[in-house]
Nanobody, 117 residues
Framework: QVQLVESGGGLVQPGGSLRLSCAAS????????MGWYRQAPGKQRELVAT???????NYADSVKGRFTISRDNAKNTVYLQMNSLKPGDTAVYYC???????????WGQGTQVTVSS
């Protein structure tokens, strides 16, 4: 199995920045897609950004141009650089991952991001 641990969340003022990290452990070889989702209070979980091991990215329209996903395959870690944060970005952010030939999606426990004055 794969374990995912997120870090880097916290409280930030509007317009500020945070960088989230997600470290994978366990059966980490052949991890293909890694990415970030978020869930705000009273809302469904939504995709934020994903990146394949080959570097292809996908972003939600709401974060495009503000957030940047990156990954270090050697460290089995994916990052989310969040700039120009808005109160609407407040949510629990979850890391996820999937093996190339697997059907199971793995999830971290989440890290809280709060954007507020």
């Amino acid at each position: 199995q794969v374990q995912l641990v997120e870090s880097g969340g916290g409280l930030v003022q509007p317009g500020g920045s945070l960088r989230l990290s997600c470290a994978a452990s366990g059966i980490i070889f052949s991890l293909d897609v890694m990415g970030w989702y978020r869930q705000a209070p009273g809302k469904q979980r939504e995709l934020v950004a994903t990146m394949t091991s080959g570097g292809s990215t996908n972003y939600a329209d709401s974060v495009k141009g503000r957030f940047t996903i990156s990954r270090d395959n050697a460290k089995n870690t994916v990052y989310l650089q969040m700039n120009s944060l808005k109160p609407g970005d407040t949510a629990v952010y979850y890391c996820n991952a999937k093996h190339t030939y697997g059907f199971t999606t793995y999830w971290g426990q989440g890290t809280q991001v709060t954007v507020s004055s």
